[in-house]
């Protein structure tokens, strides 16, 4: 019950990290994945796909298809509505986090 509990609320920082790497470049599922990994977040296949699928159907994040080693690797990039919404989300949660610091 826990675990579902902050799953959702961690959400919400996985999106603004999904679209802070979509600014910086290109980006392919998998390769979110371990980036996620690497920063304590365990997201499968089934929760991540869903999420961008649901990121570009709201305008945040652009997708290209592209052949790679014969197979179709889905790029995500940001839109120009993705980015308002970083900046906005950015200086939110900063100031979120500057009052719950101590």
Same mark, same amino acid.
């Given at each position: ?8 609320? %961690?959400?919400?920082?996985?999106? !603004? +990290?999904?679209?802070? +790497? =979509? @600014? $910086? ?7 979110? !994945?371990?980036?996620? @990994? #690497? +920063? ?8 991540? /796909?869903?999420?961008? +699928?649901?990121?570009?159907? &709201? ?5 290209? *298809? $592209?052949?790679?080693?014969? $197979?179709?690797? &889905? /790029? ?8 308002? !919404?970083? #900046? #906005? =989300?950015? @200086?939110?949660?900063? #100031?979120? %986090?500057?009052? !719950?610091? *101590?």
């Amino acid at each position: 019950m826990q675990e579902q509990i902050l799953r959702k609320f %961690f959400l919400g920082f996985i999106q !603004i +990290h999904i679209l802070h +790497h =979509a @600014k $910086k470049c290109p980006f392919y599922g998998v390769w979110m !994945i371990d980036e996620l @990994k #690497e +920063h304590g977040y365990d997201m499968s296949p089934g929760t991540l /796909y869903p999420l961008l +699928h649901n990121m570009e159907s &709201k305008g945040l994040l652009e997708r290209q *298809d $592209k052949t790679v080693e014969g $197979k179709i690797r &889905k /790029y995500y990039t940001i839109t120009p509505l993705g980015s308002e !919404i970083l #900046e #906005e =989300a950015k @200086k939110k949660a900063y #100031e979120l %986090f500057k009052e !719950i610091k *101590d």
